[in-house]
């Protein structure tokens, strides 16, 4: 019901944007978050849009490169990445969560119902 894409491999500073593509659901009515896995690390929380488009960042080292957006007739949700540093290197995934409050996204995984499969992103020179 959620399928992550955009994904792929390139060289530090250049920009990447990150689609979710949700099916089956309203989108309007959850919040949507991306997280990383990056190779033996935990799944992290990047970043998270609110129903009213709120945003909320969960990884202080994406603050002022990675944007979140959504809209809500395409049902989808975009994660912009600039600036883009070996360390943005991970598996990305987008979640979803219902809630009914407008201003409301959270970061921690164990919160979201629905989950996409993933997208790659390499960063190398």
């Known amino acids: 019901q959620l399928q992550a894409s955009g994904g792929g491999s390139v060289q530090p500073g250049r920009s990447l944007r990150l689609s979710c593509e949700v099916s089956?659901?309203?989108?309007?009515?959850?919040?949507i978050a991306w997280f990383r896995q990056a190779p033996g690390q935990e799944r992290e929380g990047v970043i998270c849009?609110?129903?009213?488009?709120?945003?909320?960042y969960y990884s202080d080292s994406v603050k002022g490169r990675f944007t979140i957006s959504r809209d809500n007739t395409k049902n989808t949700v975009y994660l912009q990445m600039s600036g883009l540093k070996p360390e943005d290197t991970a598996v990305y995934y987008c979640?979803?969560?219902?809630?009914?409050?407008?201003?409301?996204?959270?970061?921690?995984?164990?919160?979201?119902?629905?989950w996409g499969r993933g997208t790659e992103v390499t960063v190398s020179s």
């Open positions: 089956g659901l309203s989108l309007r009515y959850y919040a």
């Open positions: 849009i609110s129903r009213n488009s709120g945003t909320s």
């Open positions: 979640a979803a969560e219902k809630t009914r409050f407008d201003y409301y996204c959270s970061g921690v995984d164990t919160n979201y119902d629905y």
